[in-house]
Nanobody, 123 residues
Framework: EVQLVESGGGLVQPGGSLRLSCAAS????????MSWVRQAPGKGPEWVSS????????EYAGSVKGRFTIARDNAKNALYLQMNSLKPEDTAVYYC????????????????WGRGTQVTVTA
């Protein structure tokens, strides 16, 4: 059974930092692209960042580029998101997501989601 369990969310002031973690199990982690997706209150899901199976290719949404860093540790079956210079508009539930991609890296679908971790940025 595929399981994705996020942790590390919390309450932080604007300009602060948080590091999210995702523990993956039930599948061969280093075979898959992984991503972070967030959903703010009253809004639809917003893709944040993706990372290739080897960790070499990293993709970011424009709204977080330069502030967030995605990483993975395949030995630990773990995915991370380092979030710096946080803004109130980063407030959302953050989900760890497994992606299906072609051999060329083209996106197919997000097939498994964790339950999410809440990030709240407020003064």
């Amino acid at each position: 059974e595929v399981q994705l369990v996020e942790s590390g969310g919390g309450l932080v002031q604007p300009g602060g930092s948080l590091r999210l973690s995702c523990a993956a199990s039930g599948f061969t982690f280093n075979n898959y692209y992984m991503s972070w997706v967030r959903q703010a209150p009253g809004k639809g899901p917003e893709w944040v960042s993706s990372i290739s199976p080897s960790g070499v290719i990293k993709e970011y949404a424009g709204s977080v580029k330069g502030r967030f860093t995605i990483a993975r540790d395949n030995a630990k079956n773990a995915l991370y998101l380092q979030m710096n210079s946080l803004k109130p508009e980063d407030t959302a539930v953050y989900y760890c997501v497994r992606e299906g991609r072609t051999s060329d890296g083209d996106y197919i679908a997000s097939d498994y989601w964790g339950r999410g971790t809440q990030v709240t940025v407020t003064a």
